[in-house]
């Protein structure tokens, strides 16, 4: 007799899927045709996170179900036009960026930060290894403390404020997101050294960093809650923003855009924008701005 049992979905392994269910790891296959109780998901595809129901006979079973999601990440894919689903169900995102090696870019956190605040994810920013120095990061940390972002510097290998990292996760789906280098396995590592996960190393040559995590991954903690980690991301496209949901994103544009001489200004070059002037007095961060107007072009 079919067993009917809901669990969620923490690896993807090709056709095959495993899924947590209470205290057991499930192996099943997935039903070609699944029957979604969202009414218009964003990209139809499994993916970690994803709560599920299986039917299971004996040993056997398959995914039937996909519950609907509270939250979703994307991206766009990679030379594509198509949404990619990075996981679902995540409630915060952990954005690790190295304090110097590899150098931390600016346009890349604004692109994670946008895509948290679309998806309703809850984003903290991570510098991991202070032990290079903070010099370099000191120079801009501030604007996003300044906007409500927290800001942690952290150490894997010293242990530096791991402990704020731990008390972060329980009862929660955290998403560990960051480019390759940055240190997001050592992290996850320190936080529970029972994930034993491989650590890679930067090239030499070009002082970029080299993938360690080839797919993503949920992962239980003994103390509760999830945590994913995600390959490192070189880039990160952003999917299906208007103008208007690109300007929320950046609350300090948000918060000057009624001041604007025209209610349809777009902050580039209008006359009489309350955006540009603040960037001109110093009042917007110009690296800022310049993320907003690439980001805008680009749809």
């Not at 040993?59 to 949404?83: C, F, K, M, N, W």
């Not at 923003?241 to 580039?268: G, K, Q, S, W």
């Given at each position: 007799?079919?067993?009917m049992i809901d669990g969620t979905v923490i690896a993807m392994h090709g056709p095959l899927v495993r899924v947590q269910a209470g205290e057991s790891s499930l192996v099943v296959a997935a039903r070609?045709?699944?029957k979604w109780l969202e009414p218009a998901p964003v990209a139809k595809r499994l993916v970690v996170g994803d709560r599920v129901t299986v039917r299971m006979e004996g040993e056997d079973g398959v995914v039937e179900i996909v519950h609907p999601r509270t939250?979703?990440?994307?991206?766009?894919?990679?030379?594509?036009s198509r949404p990619q689903l990075i996981a679902a169900n995540v409630d915060q995102a952990l954005l690790v960026f190295a304090a110097k090696a590899p150098a931390p870019r600016r346009g890349l956190l604004d692109r994670f930060l946008v895509a948290c605040h679309h998806a309703g994810v809850d984003a903290l920013i991570v510098i991991n290894k202070a032990d290079q120095g903070l010099d370099g990061v000191n120079a801009w940390l501030p604007v996003y403390r300044s906007l409500g972002y927290p800001v942690i510097t952290v150490s894997a290998r010293t242990?530096?404020?791991?402990g704020q990292i731990k008390r972060l996760l329980p009862e929660h789906t955290t998403l560990f997101c960051g480019p390759s280098g940055a240190g997001k396995s050592s992290l996850l590592n320190a936080v529970y050294p029972?994930?034993?996960l491989k650590v890679g190393s930067l090239s030499e040559s070009t002082g970029k960093g080299t993938h360690?995590?080839?797919m993503a991954e949920l992962m239980p903690l003994p103390f509760?809650?999830?945590v994913v980690d995600t390959p490192g991301l070189k880039e990160f496209g952003l999917w299906n923003l208007d103008r208007r949901e690109l300007e929320a994103a950046f609350p300090e544009i948000a918060a000057r855009a009624p001041e604007c001489r025209f209610a349809d200004c777009a902050h580039i070059h209008e006359p009489g924008c309350a955006v540009l002037a603040a960037v001109g007095a110093g009042e917007i961060d110009p690296e800022r701005h310049a993320s907003y107007a690439g980001f805008l072009e680009e749809d």
């Amino acid at each position: 007799m079919a067993e009917m049992i809901d669990g969620t979905v923490i690896a993807m392994h090709g056709p095959l899927v495993r899924v947590q269910a209470g205290e057991s790891s499930l192996v099943v296959a997935a039903r070609r045709k699944l029957k979604w109780l969202e009414p218009a998901p964003v990209a139809k595809r499994l993916v970690v996170g994803d709560r599920v129901t299986v039917r299971m006979e004996g040993e056997d079973g398959v995914v039937e179900i996909v519950h609907p999601r509270t939250t979703a990440l994307l991206r766009r894919a990679p030379q594509s036009s198509r949404p990619q689903l990075i996981a679902a169900n995540v409630d915060q995102a952990l954005l690790v960026f190295a304090a110097k090696a590899p150098a931390p870019r600016r346009g890349l956190l604004d692109r994670f930060l946008v895509a948290c605040h679309h998806a309703g994810v809850d984003a903290l920013i991570v510098i991991n290894k202070a032990d290079q120095g903070l010099d370099g990061v000191n120079a801009w940390l501030p604007v996003y403390r300044s906007l409500g972002y927290p800001v942690i510097t952290v150490s894997a290998r010293t242990g530096r404020s791991m402990g704020q990292i731990k008390r972060l996760l329980p009862e929660h789906t955290t998403l560990f997101c960051g480019p390759s280098g940055a240190g997001k396995s050592s992290l996850l590592n320190a936080v529970y050294p029972g994930f034993r996960l491989k650590v890679g190393s930067l090239s030499e040559s070009t002082g970029k960093g080299t993938h360690t995590t080839t797919m993503a991954e949920l992962m239980p903690l003994p103390f509760g809650g999830f945590v994913v980690d995600t390959p490192g991301l070189k880039e990160f496209g952003l999917w299906n923003l208007d103008r208007r949901e690109l300007e929320a994103a950046f609350p300090e544009i948000a918060a000057r855009a009624p001041e604007c001489r025209f209610a349809d200004c777009a902050h580039i070059h209008e006359p009489g924008c309350a955006v540009l002037a603040a960037v001109g007095a110093g009042e917007i961060d110009p690296e800022r701005h310049a993320s907003y107007a690439g980001f805008l072009e680009e749809d």
